[in-house]
């Protein structure tokens, strides 16, 4: 069964600072990797995806997600936040056969203070 | 733009009643998803759909039905309402023909059970 973790449920940084978003994964197999990002009373909307390749992604806003096999983990990163990224951002796992279904992780809320 | 449109916006329902949740998308994707959101749960996937005709279960699919009568139109039912069905519904469409599927989502249902 794959499960996707996001330790922290809320991170509060300053404008301008860096941020880093953990997300860890367990699933042996061929998966694919993504974010997705959702500001209040809205619906998720999607940042970036990996599947294959250079382990760092960009997406949008300047965000960024580096894949570590290793490590299972996909962290989100950002070096310059903005009052306006703070939102919930959610991990998400699928795997590349068989079922469609993303998993999602539990979400980290991000407060970003002016 | 990829557009996916839920009504209602809000509902309240009484417990045993009947409550219907439609959700648009006009992106031409053959899979449709609904999913509950709740505190501390992320998002958990209830039915699915492949395309029109085509409904299956996800993760938590108890005390709900659901409707693919065309590609563009996805209804989640709930026969008999009760209170622990009181969430936030997000009905997300996506593309299985691209190697790792972007999910879009609606702006989401709020359903109180009283």
């Known amino acids: 069964t794959q499960t996707v973790s996001q330790s922290d449920a809320h991170v509060t940084v300053f404008e301008g600072d860096s941020v880093e978003l953990r997300c860890n994964y367990s699933?042996?197999?061929?998966?694919?990797l993504s974010w997705y990002i959702q500001h209040h009373g809205h619906g998720l909307q999607f940042l970036l995806k990996y599947y294959s390749g250079n382990p760092v992604v960009q997406g949008v806003n300047g965000f960024e997600a580096e894949f570590s096999k290793s490590d299972s983990s996909f962290h989100l990163r950002k070096a310059s936040v903005h009052w306006s990224d703070s939102a919930v951002y959610f991990c998400?796992?699928?795997?590349?056969?068989?079922?469609?279904?993303?998993?999602f992780g539990s979400g980290t809320q991000l407060t970003v203070m002016p | 733009e990829a557009a996916v449109t839920q009504s209602p916006r809000n509902k309240v329902a009484v417990t045993g009643g009947k409550v219907t949740l439609s959700c648009n998308q006009t992106?031409?994707?053959?899979?449709m998803y609904w999913y509950r959101q709740d505190t501390g749960h992320g998002l958990r996937l209830i039915h699915y759909?492949?395309?029109?005709?085509?409904?299956e279960k996800g993760d938590i699919p108890d005390g709900y039905k659901a409707s693919r009568p065309s590609q563009e139109n996805f209804s989640l039912i709930l026969e008999l309402a009760t209170p622990s069905q009181t969430s936030v519904y997000f009905c997300?469409?996506?593309?299985?023909?691209?190697?790792?599927?972007?999910?879009?989502f609606g702006s989401g249902t709020r359903l109180t059970v009283l």
């Open positions: 699933y042996g197999g061929s998966i694919y």
């Open positions: 997300a469409s996506g593309d299985p023909g691209t190697s790792a599927e972007t999910l879009y």
């Open positions: 998400a796992v699928r795997e590349s056969s068989g079922s469609w279904q993303l998993i």
């Open positions: 992106n031409n994707h053959n899979n």
């Open positions: 759909s492949y395309g029109a005709g085509s409904t």
